[in-house]
């Protein structure tokens, strides 16, 4: 295949899929060979890590959090060489936003690791019991997934967030991050390591596998029995890729096309900040705003307004006819921009004649991540939230707060937009199952 390319993407949407990679000595049964001894000493772990009592697994992530400040200065380094390389490569300005590292951002990454060790152990947990009439006892107990595997691009941060949920929830877990972190992500991976060993426990409870050929990925999610489960965290093209093409369970997180509605009965004056920190907070992220639907009730109010704070914070708009004549300097909107994940400071604006009509409009567009409603109305409220069908809806608040670590999980191993298994932020008990347990006392059943 020659040399490889660095994963390029557009709005930070990936638009290559996996079937498309040729043969050549990078896609070789070498490479399967790595994935699946990676996946094979992975299971391996997992027989250590089921069992690992909450003391000794709190004890591995505080350590792993004070190991990363005390190497922030040998993690940015790499972290530069990768947005570097990147600036080079022209990977757009929302992609190198989720790559960069700072001093600050090590801080929080580590402390997220120390909120995760605070919360309740997950495995054991009781979640349904009782004694039969016959003596026997039943109890529903969370064990772990057992083997995660990790796909995502960009955002060396994901690669310990994913790490400390995993191992605090007894799983262990396999990395392929994209070859535009690669060296923020070895780094990272060498102090998570270096703790394992120092602690007497398996290193290859934390594995990168190799980044520059998609054929690690296929490789990865179809090593059926060596991996219990498998999740996509990027664009809308990884995404799509890994579910269709996985022979592993999928625990599927989602693009986030997200919307607020501003409702005739809104607040002027509250509505403005939530849509600027919804919008340009951090565009970067899938809890960012695309999408700013106004009732036309409040719009020659409304819209004016929160023009001029947008317009000051950079955010271009991408309006509808009515927007337009509101704020002439807008952008016509297209029939496209309704369905874009921007990732960036532009922002579709649309009038809307009804409450109704903003349901519609979400259900039509929206991927399910995040939908928020400003208002004043009550009813308004409820109708909104039992009507909008997302992972979260939100009442006179920012989408930003949809994240992991503001709902008190310390991380999050990515926002599931799906159904089945959990949907919203998937922290600890997520990572986990479940099993049975029947304790008798030389019980037996009778013949039917």
């Known amino acids: 295949m020659g040399t490889p390319n660095r994963e390029m993407t557009t709005l930070g949407v990936v638009t290559t899929t996996f079937d498309q990679v040729g043969t050549g000595s990078h896609d070789s049964e070498d490479l399967r060979g790595r994935v699946l001894d990676a996946a094979r000493r992975a299971r391996t772990a997992a027989t250590t890590f089921g069992p690992l009592p909450q003391s000794r697994k709190d004890e591995l992530l505080l350590t792993m959090a004070d190991r990363l400040v005390a190497a922030s200065p040998t993690l940015l380094a790499a972290n530069a060489e990768d947005v570097e390389l990147g600036t080079q490569a022209g990977l757009p300005a929302g992609i190198i936003d989720r790559l960069v590292l700072t001093d600050q951002r090590v801080r929080d990454i580590a402390e997220g690791l120390r909120t995760v060790a605070a919360l309740p152990d997950p495995v054991g947990e009781v979640l349904r019991g009782r004694t039969l009439p016959n003596g026997l006892e039943l109890r529903q107990v969370r064990v772990p997934l057992g083997v995660v595997g990790m796909v995502y691009e960009g955002r060396p941060n994901v690669t310990v967030d994913a790490s400390g949920l995993a191992l605090k929830s007894g799983n262990v877990v396999l990395l392929r991050g994209s070859?535009?972190?690669?060296?923020?992500?070895?780094?990272?991976?060498?102090?998570?390591?270096?703790?394992?060993?120092?602690?007497?426990?398996?290193?290859?409870?934390?594995?990168?596998?190799?980044?520059?050929?998609?054929?690690?990925?296929?490789?990865l999610i179809t090593a059926r029995?060596?991996?219990?489960?498998?999740?996509?965290?990027?664009?809308?093209?990884?995404?799509?890729?890994?579910?269709?093409?996985?022979?592993v369970p999928t625990l599927e997180t989602g693009v986030g096309n997200c919307h607020v509605y501003v409702d005739a009965a809104a607040d002027v004056d509250q509505a403005i900040p939530i849509v600027l920190n919804s919008k340009a907070r951090r565009p970067s992220v899938c809890n960012a705003a695309e999408t700013l639907l106004v009732h036309q009730g409040i719009a020659d109010r409304f819209l004016p307004a929160v023009a001029v704070a947008l317009r000051q914070a950079g955010v271009t708009l991408h309006a509808d006819e009515s927007t337009r004549a509101l704020v002439p300097d807008a952008v016509a909107a297209t029939d496209e921009d309704w369905d874009t994940e921007y990732l960036s400071l532009d922002l579709a604006v649309r009038v809307v004649g009804s409450l109704d009509e903003a349901v519609r409009h979400v259900a039509r567009h929206g991927t399910g991540h995040t939908e928020a409603i400003v208002t004043d109305d009550v009813r308004a409220a409820r109708d909104f939230v039992t009507r909008v069908d997302a992972a979260a809806v939100v009442v006179n608040a920012s989408t930003a707060f949809t994240d992991g670590g503001e709902y008190g999980m310390g991380a999050e191993i990515g926002i599931s937009t799906q159904k089945l298994h959990a949907r919203g932020p998937m922290g600890l008990p997520e990572l986990t199952s479940t099993k049975w347990v029947v304790w008798g006392d030389g019980h037996t059943r009778p013949a039917s």
């Open 179 to 219: 070859s535009s972190a690669e060296n923020s992500n070895r780094a990272l991976v060498a102090v998570l390591r270096d703790v394992l060993e120092e602690l007497d426990l398996p290193a290859d409870a934390v594995q990168l596998l190799p980044c520059h050929d998609r054929a690690t990925v296929r490789h």
């Open 225 to 247: 029995g060596l991996v219990d489960v498998v999740i996509p965290r990027g664009g809308a093209g990884l995404i799509s890729a890994v579910v269709e093409q996985a022979t």
